[in-house]
């Protein structure tokens, strides 16, 4: 769906666009934050979700509000002036999932967005992905099921790039 890896079969629209044959149009409509945020860390964090704008077309006359209520959204106001190099894994977590916010996407994908955090990261970045849920279309990519029982109402399973099961958890669960 990102297309950063071609598919070899099948069709995907994002927002009824084609991602091999719109594949600007569908990646404008998605945020994606892969297991390793792709961060600049010689740059504070202001200068790179500024540079995440200008690379996504952020009206500059809305971006500064733009981007101080996803700051507060992720909760990384405090440490907006600092170089990103020097930020705990949690807190670069939480800048990788305000670079996937920038363009107010449609859809965000996550993958597995709470590895290597601590257990109240961890509650707290699972708390944040269900309210965005409630705005957006959020899939998450991940192989711990408590995090997948605690966030997701739909689960899709997949196997070598097919569809085997979905449906909610507890149905999933007691097999019907």
Same mark, same amino acid.
């Given at each position: 769906?990102?297309?950063?890896?071609?598919?070899?079969?099948?069709?995907?629209?994002?927002?009824?666009?084609?991602?091999?044959?719109?594949?600007?149009?569908?990646?404008? &409509?998605?945020?994606?934050?892969?297991?390793?945020?792709?961060?600049?860390?010689?740059?504070?964090?202001?200068?790179?979700?500024?540079?995440?704008?200008?690379?996504?077309?952020?009206?500059?006359?809305?971006?500064?509000?733009?981007?101080?209520?996803?700051?507060?959204?992720?909760?990384?106001?405090?440490?907006?002036?600092?170089?990103?190099?020097?930020?705990?894994?949690?807190?670069?977590? &939480?800048?990788?999932?305000?670079?996937?916010?920038?363009?107010?996407?449609?859809?965000?994908?996550?993958?597995?967005?709470?590895?290597?955090?601590?257990?109240?990261?961890?509650?707290?970045?699972?708390?944040?992905?269900?309210?965005?849920?409630?705005?957006?279309?959020?899939?998450?990519?991940?192989?711990?099921?408590?995090?997948?029982?605690?966030?997701?109402?739909?689960?899709?399973?997949?196997?070598?790039?097919?569809?085997?099961?979905?449906?909610?958890?507890?149905?999933?669960? &007691?097999?019907?």
């Amino acid at each position: 769906l990102t297309g950063y890896i071609s598919s070899t079969s099948g069709s995907a629209t994002v927002d009824g666009f084609d991602i091999l044959e719109n594949p600007i149009e569908a990646k404008k &409509r998605i945020g994606y934050l892969p297991e390793q945020p792709p961060l600049y860390m010689d740059l504070t964090v202001n200068e790179y979700l500024n540079f995440v704008a200008d690379l996504k077309g952020v009206d500059k006359k809305s971006r500064k509000n733009h981007l101080d209520d996803i700051k507060e959204l992720v909760k990384i106001t405090d440490v907006q002036g600092r170089i990103i190099g020097n930020l705990s894994k949690g807190y670069k977590q &939480r800048v990788g999932l305000a670079q996937a916010l920038v363009a107010d996407p449609k859809v965000l994908i996550l993958d597995e967005p709470t590895v290597g955090l601590d257990p109240n990261q961890i509650i707290e970045i699972r708390k944040l992905i269900k309210t965005l849920g409630k705005q957006r279309t959020v899939i998450l990519s991940s192989h711990i099921l408590p995090e997948v029982a605690d966030i997701c109402e739909k689960v899709v399973i997949i196997d070598h790039g097919s569809i085997v099961a979905q449906d909610s958890l507890s149905n999933l669960q &007691r097999g019907i």
